[in-house]
């Protein structure tokens, strides 16, 4: 099983700049989805982007243009490159292998937090 840590998270002001970095264990890294979720307090968690193996990716609309998803398969590493950061890009981020797995184990996360 792949095991995931996420890092890169803290505090910026509107408009600043986070690179988030995921580093991965186990096998078979270059063949995995890699994606990215968050989550703000309140909120329910969604997608914001995913890579696949190929390297084809795919944004959720409140992030394109800002956001670059992004993967290091030698270094079995992904990463999220944000950008033009909002307020309502504050949350919890989680790096997820996809498919999800019915007992996928979300972790800590890394917060990001934006101030305006």
């Known amino acids: 099983q792949v095991q995931l840590v996420e890092s890169g998270g803290g505090l910026v002001q509107v408009g600043g700049s986070l690179r988030l970095s995921c580093a991965a264990s186990?096998?078979?890294?270059?063949?995995?989805?890699m994606g990215w979720f968050r989550q703000a307090p309140g909120k329910q968690r969604d997608l914001v982007a995913f890579?696949?193996?190929?390297?084809?990716?795919k944004y959720a609309d409140s992030v394109k243009g800002r956001f670059t998803i992004s993967r290091d398969n030698a270094h079995n590493t992904a990463y999220l490159q944000m950008n033009d950061l909002k307020p309502e890009d504050t949350a919890v981020y989680y790096c997820?292998?996809?498919?999800?797995?019915?007992?996928?184990?979300w972790g800590q996360g890394t917060q990001v937090t934006v101030s305006s």
């Open positions: 997820v292998t996809l498919p999800l797995s019915l007992t996928h184990d």
């Open positions: 186990g096998d078979d890294f270059s063949l995995n989805t």
């Open positions: 890579i696949t193996s190929r390297g084809n990716t």
